[in-house]
């Protein structure tokens, strides 16, 4: 429903039909956008949250410059803005949907692509990262990290990183006690470092660990599962996850999903202490 993204007919319509597609656009969830970093490099792949399949949300050369204008904002009034990812980027292919090469079927399918543009709505859309070794090692380089007073392109309206315009931002977590960096220590290091440069964030959802081989497949999955569960932007509150999955005690049913959530809330409330009290901390889980 969200592509075409124009639709020049639209005051032609009865009164009817235009408020119904208002009323969607207005209850309209996003597109989830997934920046992974793992050992074979940086991935990236977009849900529509929706309905629940992949989006194309990657710009060809052309259309980056036939419909954006100068300042990276798209050319015929619409919300999205124009966001490049610099560097070495695998993206999927329609028939391959997964958020990662790593959970793909058919990792053969995902090309390499330099310098990937995408098409991103910050009012609506959430920006999901996940890193093998930082949370934000998708979109900086770890060694600027380090030094948290390096970030210079992380200032707000001068030009500055696209991140810092981002509203709602997802953060996976790594499993509780498996001694993996990063710890609990340094995760929220890094987030004190980066998330009170961001002046436009609304919500932060910080996204326990699952067990990509759980037997019982992602909450949607299950046979508990409701919609009505899902919080405003389609995540599953954690109290949820925890009481509704299902229990490992049959055998060949052990799973690693992390269904202790301590070390989740001991950032949530690190994060509160750093953070205007207009953004939103939330400990998830992801049913997708
Ligand atoms: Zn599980």
Known sequence: MRTPRTFHLFPRLPPELRALIWTFHKNSRG?????????HGRHYAAIDIEVDTYARTILTEAKTHAHWDGGGRPKGLEGDAKVRFVGDNYVSEVEDFAKSVVTARHPQLWRRKISLYVRFNYKWDVLFLAGRTSCFSPLFSL????????????VAGTGGHWFVNVQHLALQLQRTGTGSTPGTGTMAGELDAVLPRMPMLKDVFLVVYRDPMCHWGPPRRW??????????????????FIARHPDGDRVGTFCECDLDDGEAKGIK?????????SVSVTVVADPY
Do not use: C, W, Y
């Open 31 to 39: 597109i989830r956008h997934h920046l992974v970093e793992s050992e």
């Open 143 to 154: 060694s600027l990290m380090r030094v948290a007073g390096r970030l210079p392109d992380l």
């Open 223 to 240: 046979t508990v599962f409701k919609r009505a569960m899902l919080d405003g932007q389609n995540f599953l509150p954690v109290a949820e």
């Open 269 to 277: 409330s690190s994060l509160q202490r750093s953070l205007p009290a």
